[in-house]
């Protein structure tokens, strides 16, 4: 019986070596976890055939065309276009044609202003933006003209003594994103004090002289 059993005790540990070698022989068809700081194998993928010279390249965002720069005021012409009077005062066009050889872009409100002088000095407050015209980009081949409308109003509608009227030399004009004026000569009554009579409108494409 002693016997007996310690055969039976034999064949158990045979038996679970045996499942022990054959669980390590299974675990071994997987990968272990990678260490920490180590780098999993990348799998090998077949590589592309080659593509034909004719076919064009796809260029990435990084890459594209942005379209033309903003008009610099080096390479406008910027004079006063057609103006009309109403009663209280006047509508003046402001053209600016593009004198380069390139292709460019204009896109929201000129800077205006009345000024005496030279030398120049601002008189009163600089032109306020009118939402009546939405802002577009414009572009501008060479040789073409956009336009903004300018409203003055007449500071002799004003009382002197909350005005302080006095005759302007010129207009300074800002182009649209420009740090750079031109003066164009324009004798218009102007308020000293701060009293709103200049209102712009944003760049719209074509000439005031035609419009």
Excluded: E, H, W
């Excluded at 997987?30 to 920490?36: E, F, G, I, Y």
């Excluded at 180590?38 to 077949?46: G, I």
């Excluded at 009579?197 to 760049?203: D, R, S």
């Amino acid at each position: 019986m002693r016997l007996s059993t310690g055969r039976l005790a034999l064949t158990a540990a045979a038996l679970i070596s045996a499942a022990a070698v054959a669980g390590c022989t299974s675990s071994g068809t997987s990968s272990p976890p990678a260490a920490p700081g180590s780098t999993a194998p990348t799998p090998t993928t077949a590589s592309p055939a080659p593509t034909s010279g004719n076919t064009p390249a796809v260029a990435s965002p990084s890459a594209t065309a942005t379209g033309p720069a903003a008009c610099p005021t080096s390479s406008l012409q910027v004079k006063q276009g057609v103006s009309q009077g109403y009663a209280g005062g006047v509508y003046v066009v402001i053209d600016f044609t593009n004198t380069s050889g390139s292709p460019c872009t204009l896109y929201g409100y000129p800077g205006v202003s009345l000024v005496s002088g030279p030398p120049y000095m601002q008189i009163g407050l600089a032109a306020k933006r009118s939402t009546s015209t939405p802002k577009t980009l414009v572009t501008l081949a060479p040789g073409a003209t956009a336009n903004a409308l300018l409203q003055i109003v007449d500071a002799l509608n004003y009382p002197s003594a909350s005005c302080g009227p006095t005759k302007a030399t010129a207009l300074k004009v800002y182009p649209p994103n420009q740090t750079v004026p031109v003066y164009l000569p324009n004798t218009s009554n102007g308020c000293t004090k701060p009293v709103q009579i200049l209102y712009i409108g944003a760049v719209r494409p074509g000439s005031g002289s035609s419009s």
